[in-house]
């Protein structure tokens, strides 16, 4: 008992050291786990999918498992730095690193491509392979179709992977802009590998492409951009130009990106039905609450206004947890300064109308 207590002092010890006090895997904070032939300290989370793999990591718990002496010295000399050093060696820049709120197939496949395939630990080179030069994607209906479908350029696309809206564990939705409309393609793969692939591709490819359209900056600069979660998405209820028109249910998506919320039918419909500009301050942009009432066939009562330099525009949210949570993102997007393409898509969004 006496080396049981000793022992797991010595590893609550070490995890508190700088490296070791986030998962090796996805960052979360205080990991409670470690890989007794790894040498790292993970996550509850990441533990489970380590354990897929118990040919090369085999799982403890710092807490309340038994250590032997030679484990825990061992544990001393790797520690999650270590283990970073050697198995993240070569990660290409446009790789994506999961973090703690991602999917599970992201998480899943980076330790694999970490730990099973030793991708980038230096020892093989296909990870530096090239992707498409001349920046697009093209899909097909069929494997035999002479044409494609469509020809996507990386300019305006953009790759999340949306298990819950998809329906599937390996759920990947592609959007990208046709006619100055955003389109959305929903894709999945039952093998996890390949739709992460799929999506790191596009990463790439995205790299590329910024690289060229801007040779001055750094990777560094362009890696927020090649791939972005949006900010806020779910339904909301909104009414007309005049605010007389009845309350319809539609599916919101904000995205910081491009400052623009975009409204569907259903989550899943491939084409917006129309796409609101969110400006600055400065600009006569700005969102309060609305406590008024729809008495336009309405059901929810937690009230959004959104004012533009065009048109006000009233929301109703469900729940007063939602429209604290739409109100905080929109916020964002109006407190972040306004670039020159920022401004360029103001004007094509409202030349369009």
């Not at 040498?39 to 990441?46: K, R, S, T």
């Not at 060696?89 to 709120?101: G, S």
């Not at 609101?276 to 729809?294: P, Q, R």
């Amino acid at each position: 008992m006496a080396c049981l207590e000793r022992n797991n002092k010595i590893l609550l010890e070490l995890v508190q050291q700088p490296g070791n006090n986030k998962c090796a895997d996805c960052g979360a904070p205080e990991p409670d786990w470690a890989s007794c032939t790894l040498g790292i300290f993970v996550c509850l989370n990441c533990s489970g999918l380590h354990r897929n793999l118990p040919d090369i990591s085999r799982m403890k718990s710092i807490r309340l498992d038994l250590w032997e002496d030679s484990l825990v010295e061992f544990m001393r000399e790797r520690g999650n730095s270590a283990a970073k050093a050697t198995f993240e060696k070569c990660v290409p820049a446009f790789f994506y690193r999961p973090q703690q709120k991602d999917c599970i197939v992201l998480k899943d496949q980076w330790i694999r491509a970490k730990y099973e395939r030793r991708e980038f630990t230096g020892e093989k080179t296909y990870c530096q392979q090239s992707y498409c030069s001349d920046f697009t994607l093209r899909y097909f209906i069929k494997e035999d179709s002479k044409a494609p479908k469509a020809v996507i350029s990386m300019n305006d696309l953009n790759a999340v992977f949306q298990p819950e809206k998809v329906g599937h564990a390996h759920g990947l939705q592609i959007s990208y802009l046709q006619d100055e409309h955003m389109r959305n393609l929903f894709v999945y793969h039952e093998n996890g590998q390949v739709i992460v692939s799929l999506f790191n591709a596009i990463r790439a490819t995205r790299l590329a492409y910024l690289q060229k359209k801007h040779p001055t900056l750094q990777d560094n600069d362009f890696i927020p951009q090649l791939t972005r979660r949006c900010l806020k998405e779910g339904y909301m209820e909104k009414t007309g130009p005049t605010q007389r028109e009845p309350f319809k249910k539609r599916w919101f998506t904000l995205c910081l990106m491009n400052r623009k919320l975009l409204y569907f039918k259903t989550p899943l419909d491939a084409k917006e039905l129309g796409a609101v500009f969110i400006g600055t301050e400065s600009h006569s942009y700005s969102v309060s609450e609305n406590n008024g009432k729809s008495s336009r066939g309405g059901r929810w009562h937690c009230g959004i206004t959104l004012q533009t330099p065009g048109r006000q525009f009233v929301f109703m949210c469900e729940q007063e947890q939602e429209r604290r949570e739409w109100l905080e993102a929109l916020r964002e997007v109006i407190a972040q300064p306004m670039t020159a393409e920022d401004y360029s898509n103001e004007a094509n969004l409202r030349r369009g109308k």
